[in-house]
């Protein structure tokens, strides 16, 4: 590229004067180049651009490539116009034009590279032309995502953020998170040139982003030092990328207009050409626009308290005054919770319900307990119109207990009959209660096992196979599927029943604190309805029958 090699060498070496040029034929590539240098480059080079007709550094076309002649002229006008004096233009230019046809063609070769790589040079300059009038070319979105990215990483709270998740130290992480996300994988998909790969949108750029603090809710306990560095880290997150990318979608301001980059730390009135000191420079409670305070028009006469709104975020709130703004106060919250270290914390499970507060807006949303919201009325009706049920009945204890109390239990002395009926009759119906609670995997309470009888009492605690000789299975038909399912302290974590005659299952059950079970983290079984046709190699159906003989026998002796 003719215009970088002309930078390079004028900065390495001095510029060679008139009196040093050699006689036309003797000067190499090289020298003509450092010659050319003393007019600047011919295309225009913008330090941090990749296209400065896009970015408004440059406002005219590039201009036409020269001729080999050209390059010829350039080199040797002055010189001539210093050995002619008096001479007109003419003249001068009919000297040079013998001097060139005098030239060899390897002479004049040096001249004909330049003018090739200068052609070149000047359809890569027509193509950034051609991208620089496309809209999303003067948004730019993808560029404006790094420097959010950028800011957030700079961030000291960020360290924890930088790299992957060490799963040797947290070997239980992926049990809880299916997706991790980091600041250096995000940063690869902006730098990478793999269309597979590489982000196609902001909007892809903000997912990934959100998937970090998230996944770090996600796995941490709410309320710990760490859950609240994701929490201010998310806060800023979403004000820089609304203020800085999201915001400028259809100002179609130019890279090189100074209110284009709300994120240098100098005057945005000035763009930087102000003496303002640090001190005296003053940051937008929103997009963190940096402006001197005598800049401003009215100039202010010292740091305001408060939030302050730049000009352009105060247009903003004038235009639309039920508009609000994120604010970098909110953030500053949860960044003091997030510095005092660990919280001591008690963990409780308390219903909260989120509230959206009339004539504010949804991100004002807040989660308020049902004391705070102390309106009965205005629950019951949310649960009715979300067909939910409420968690305490508004029924008395008298009222539970009543149907409670009528109910007759069948044991020995009340079941009846002579001999070993009663026995019998008060093991077949503890045993179909004890079936109840084996199908939401349910503990056995020890008096209804102890009523079972011994034979069920024993076999209650071992497995199913113990109970049904397992038979070999044919192969898996169409539709079939095999799955391993994971025992935990509180049982499979999921509910079984009959369902037209087949054992099925029914749904999944969640671990006592309310988190999801290892089965349906990993999605085990594919839908609710699926029938159980086997277990460890035993059939099902004949566990079926065997309870459905146990439901006639009890139904004849009841009868």
């Not at 076309?61 to 004096?85: G, I």
């Not at 100002?251 to 284009?260: I, M």
């Amino acid at each position: 590229m003719v215009s970088v090699l002309i930078n390079i060498i004028a900065t390495l070496d001095s510029v060679i004067d008139d009196d040093d040029i050699g006689e036309p034929g003797t000067l190499t590539k090289e020298q003509i180049v450092r010659i050319l240098a003393r007019d600047g480059p011919y295309y225009p080079i913008i330090s941090g651009s990749d296209n400065p007709y896009r970015d408004g550094y440059v406002t005219e076309p590039p201009k036409k490539p020269r001729a080999s002649y050209l390059f010829f002229q350039a080199v040797y006008r002055s010189k001539y116009q210093k050995m002619n004096k008096g001479a007109s233009v003419g003249e001068i230019m009919s000297l040079m034009g013998d001097a060139w046809r005098a030239m060899t063609e390897e002479q004049q070769a040096p001249f004909f590279e330049l003018a090739q790589e200068e052609a070149k040079e000047f359809e890569k300059q027509r193509v950034l032309l051609e991208k620089a009038q496309r809209p999303n070319g003067v948004w730019q979105p993808l560029r404006r995502c790094r420097m959010v990215l950028e800011h957030i990483a700079n961030d000291r709270l960020a360290d924890i953020f930088q790299q992957p998740v060490n799963l040797k130290e947290f070997p239980d992480y992926l049990e809880y998170i299916d997706s991790p996300m980091d600041l250096a994988t995000v940063r690869s998909k902006l730098d990478t040139k793999d269309w597979k790969v590489r982000y196609q949108g902001p909007e892809n750029f903000a997912r990934d982003m959100r998937k970090i603090w998230s996944n770090c809710k996600i796995y941490n306990q709410h309320g710990s030092a760490i859950w609240y560095v994701a929490d201010y880290m998310s806060k800023k997150f979403e004000r820089l990328y609304h203020a800085w990318v999201l915001e400028f979608r259809d100002k179609f301001l130019r890279w090189a207009n100074k209110k284009a980059r709300p994120w240098e730390n100098s005057c945005r009135e000035c763009d930087g050409k102000c003496p303002t000191n640090a001190a005296k420079l003053v940051l937008c409670d929103h997009c963190d626009a940096a402006y001197g305070i005598r800049c401003l028009n009215p100039p202010l006469s010292d740091i305001p308290p408060g939030a302050w709104y730049c000009p352009e975020c105060s247009r903003k709130i004038k235009k639309d005054p039920t508009a609000r703004l994120l604010s970098a106060i909110a953030e500053n919250v949860a960044r003091k919770r997030a510095e005092l270290g660990e919280i001591p914390t008690k963990k409780i499970t308390k219903k909260m319900y989120l509230v959206k507060w009339a004539g504010l807006g949804y991100e004002h949303c807040t989660w308020e307990s049902k004391e705070d919201i102390n309106d009965d009325d205005l629950i019951n009706q949310f649960l009715l119109e979300n067909n939910m049920s409420p968690d305490e009945p508004d029924v008395s204890l008298e009222i539970v207990n009543e149907p409670l109390s009528n109910v007759h239990h069948i044991n020995q002395e009340n079941a009846g009959g002579s001999l070993e009926m009663p026995i019998l009759r008060s093991q077949l119906y503890s045993q179909t209660r004890a079936f109840q609670f084996a199908k939401f995997a349910m503990d056995f309470p020890d008096k209804l096992c102890s009523e079972c009888g011994p034979v069920t009492s024993e076999c209650s605690r071992k497995p199913i196979s113990a109970v049904v000789s397992p038979s070999p299975m044919p192969p898996l038909l169409a539709g079939e599927y095999d799955v391993t399912l994971p025992i935990t302290e509180h049982g499979l974590l999921m509910n079984v029943g009959e369902m037209n005659g087949t054992v099925a299952f029914l749904g999944y059950r969640p671990m006592p604190d309310g988190s999801k079970g290892p089965a349906q983290l990993q999605n085990l079984l594919r839908s609710s309805g699926d029938r159980i046709i086997a277990v460890d190699g035993v059939s099902t159906v004949s566990i079926i029958g065997v309870f459905n003989k146990l439901a006639t026998l009890y139904d004849t002796l009841t009868n």
